[in-house]
């Protein structure tokens, strides 16, 4: 159980899904969330293994200024997404947390997020001091609301790979976990304005191994 001051999350009480059945579950829940409501995704972990991602793979490769260029060119998709969302009156909000000095993942990934947010994607990110209250028995957990009517803890192997999630459908634990997701988003920082102003000047990451085992 993740004890997040209140919003504890019990495995017992939700579904598990393996991997692919995470994924067909996910898709079917989001495409029935009716009109209006939005989602909400909260994302703690400071690395992760992207996978069927070309810019993630050059930028494994050492190849930081292909990385970047490929993120670019996902431009047209991202825009693609938001007006859909926009037609639905539901965007899909994320809250990004932080930690600094950025691992190189992070570095990476906040570029992409770049993009997204300048593409319309509604994305801000907060400073992982903003959690240290709620972390006294360690990391939040990485955490899906779709619309009000279900949440999902989701879940990756040490190294960072996507291994499944667990469905919770209680009312008022989704409740809580909006509204705390809420709050987050409005003290964050937008995406674009942070990375401009923190992480566009970096150099590229010298040490690419490092990004598998930080």
Known sequence: MA???????DPSLGVWLELAAYRSD???????????????KFERRQHF????????????RGEWEE???????RRSHWQRIAEEDRERGGAFH?????????TPYMQWELHALRVQGESGMPVRVVGGERLRPLEGSGPLPEVVVLGGQVLYEILYTDEGLLHGGVRYTDADLIARWQAFIERLYGEGEEVVTYVDRYVSHLPAPTTIQAA???
């Open 49 to 60: 293994q992207e996978q069927s991602s070309p810019s993630w793979e050059a930028f494994r």
């Open 94 to 102: 994320r809250v990004r947390v932080v930690e600094e000095p950025l």
């Open 3 to 9: 004890e997040t001051g209140g919003l504890a999350l």
């Open 67 to 73: 990385a970047l260029r490929l993120t670019r060119e």
């Open 26 to 40: 996910f898709r079917i829940r989001r495409d029935a969330v009716p009109p209006g409501r939005p989602g909400w």
């Open 212 to 214: 598998d085992h930080q």
